[in-house]
């Protein structure tokens, strides 16, 4: 096909899977990029493999990457212990920076190594070197409490 040898052909077919996974739902694009690797991968190994031993191992591969990898992301999203992005931060101890004043719709903390604009559970002000606890995340806000001397 257009002078290419087949294992360049599988690899090109390995990296539109890989990279179409950004833009779809689900873990199936990966699985079967990673399938095509494998195929790619057989092509140059073993050039006189022939297209049904190249097809064989995408379609094996891909079973077995698409099972486990569903397995895995059904894993990791039904398991409420792992939080990802801000969500991590629920529950951390952090210093306030910048006075928390719901008057004035001001405050700034230090959660981790990571500066936030930080609201007052219950809307009481709290004072700059203070000791929070992050309750909950609000869009880039996030909710806090005064930790108790």
Same mark, same amino acid.
Request: glycine share 10%; proline share 3%; no cysteine.
């Given at each position: 096909?257009f !002078?290419? =040898?087949a294992w360049?052909?599988?690899l090109?077919? !390995?990296? @539109?899977?890989?990279?179409?996974e950004?833009?779809?739902?689900g #873990? %199936?694009?990966?699985?079967?990029?990673? /399938? &095509?690797? /494998?195929s790619?991968? @057989? /092509?140059?190994?073993?050039? =006189?493999?022939g297209?049904?031993?190249q097809? &064989? &191992?995408f379609?094996?591969?891909g079973?077995?990457?698409? #099972? #486990?990898?569903?397995?895995l /992301?059904n894993?990791?999203? $039904?398991?409420?212990?792992?939080k990802? +992005?801000?969500? *991590?931060l629920?529950?951390?101890n !952090?210093?306030?920076?910048?006075r928390?004043?719901p008057?004035?719709n001001?405050?700034? %903390? *230090?959660?981790?190594?990571?500066?936030? *604009? &930080?609201?007052?559970? =219950?809307?009481?002000t709290?004072e700059? +070197?203070? $000791?929070?606890?992050?309750?909950q %995340?609000?869009?880039?806000h996030?909710? %806090? $409490? $005064?930790?108790?001397?």
């Amino acid at each position: 096909m257009f !002078g290419l =040898d087949a294992w360049i052909i599988w690899l090109i077919i !390995g990296v @539109i899977f890989i990279v179409s996974e950004i833009f779809t739902v689900g #873990f %199936v694009m990966m699985p079967l990029g990673l /399938a &095509a690797l /494998a195929s790619s991968l @057989i /092509a140059k190994l073993l050039p =006189d493999s022939g297209l049904g031993a190249q097809l &064989a &191992a995408f379609i094996v591969a891909g079973i077995i990457l698409i #099972f #486990f990898g569903q397995k895995l /992301a059904n894993k990791i999203s $039904k398991d409420p212990d792992i939080k990802v +992005g801000a969500e *991590r931060l629920i529950g951390l101890n !952090g210093i306030v920076l910048e006075r928390i004043d719901p008057a004035k719709n001001t405050g700034l %903390v *230090r959660v981790t190594q990571e500066e936030w *604009r &930080a609201k007052s559970e =219950d809307e009481t002000t709290i004072e700059k +070197g203070e $000791k929070i606890t992050v309750v909950q %995340v609000d869009g880039t806000h996030l909710n %806090v $409490k $005064k930790q108790k001397s």
